[in-house]
């Protein structure tokens, strides 16, 4: 990629939300913490779906900001936040506008790029799209795209983003039938801990569970 170290699942979705909102609702940009994690956690045009917290959605982009690519500023009484992939990654407008897709969406063709960019940028035709994901997959600085192996029976290859690193599976990496896209390492330990975080939480729900049924003298280990 480049000298920025790969991105988490929470860090590629805070980033994608920040850059889709700039051009899709600028009166509403930079956006308030609400507002972004409202963006991150919408069940439309994303893939994969999460659920972010609001302290967890504070301390990514308190990370996003140590890296530079995160701008905040105070709006009245409440903070603001907007992205600076322009300033750090140094890429035309358009080809941020694709990286903000495969972003919030996963692995793409240049079919289904084109049509999910539409309300951020209006691609002449597919050639276009491909022409700006040539110049991303060869950037001097380090490729922030790559071309996945085509799947079979598919036209047309698909694209994936590399902030978050290499795919797990290399170039042949594909949407899988649950549909759940490309993970990298950083994704998948990502994925990991929120179980883990959800394991934990579901433990407390069952002893708080077992003492009710001890004070009231039921047996609740059916």
Avoid at 21 to 28: A, E, F, H, I, L
Avoid at 131 to 148: C, N, S, T, Y
Wanted: glycine fraction near 10%; charge should be negative; aromatic fraction near 4%.
């Amino acid at each position: 990629m480049s000298n920025l170290r790969a991105l988490s699942l929470f860090e590629v979705r805070v980033l994608g939300v920040l850059s889709e909102k700039q051009r899709t609702v600028p009166d509403s940009y930079p956006l308030t913490l609400n507002s972004l994690v409202s963006g991150c956690n919408q069940k439309t045009s994303r893939n994969p779906i999460i659920e972010i917290s609001d302290a967890e959605a504070q301390a990514t982009l308190d990370s996003l900001k140590a890296l530079s690519l995160v701008t905040e500023s105070s709006g009245g009484r409440v903070y603001r936040y907007g992205h600076n992939l322009d300033g750090v990654l140094k890429i035309p407008s358009q080809s941020i506008v694709l990286l903000t897709v495969l972003m919030l969406r996963g692995p793409q063709t240049p079919g289904e790029l084109r049509i999910a960019s539409e309300r951020m940028h209006n691609f002449a035709d597919i050639s276009s799209v491909e022409g700006f994901l040539e110049e991303l997959a060869d950037r001097a600085a380090g490729a922030l795209v790559r071309k996945l192996a085509r799947l079979p029976g598919a036209r047309e290859s698909r694209w994936t983003h590399l902030l978050a690193g290499e795919p797990a599976g290399g170039e042949t990496a594909g949407l899988d039938e649950a549909g759940t896209g490309d993970l990298s390492l950083g994704e998948v330990a990502a994925l990991k801990a929120h179980v883990a975080r959800l394991e934990a939480e579901l433990a407390g729900v069952k002893a708080l569970l077992g003492r009710v049924c001890s004070e009231l003298g039921i047996d609740g280990s059916s």
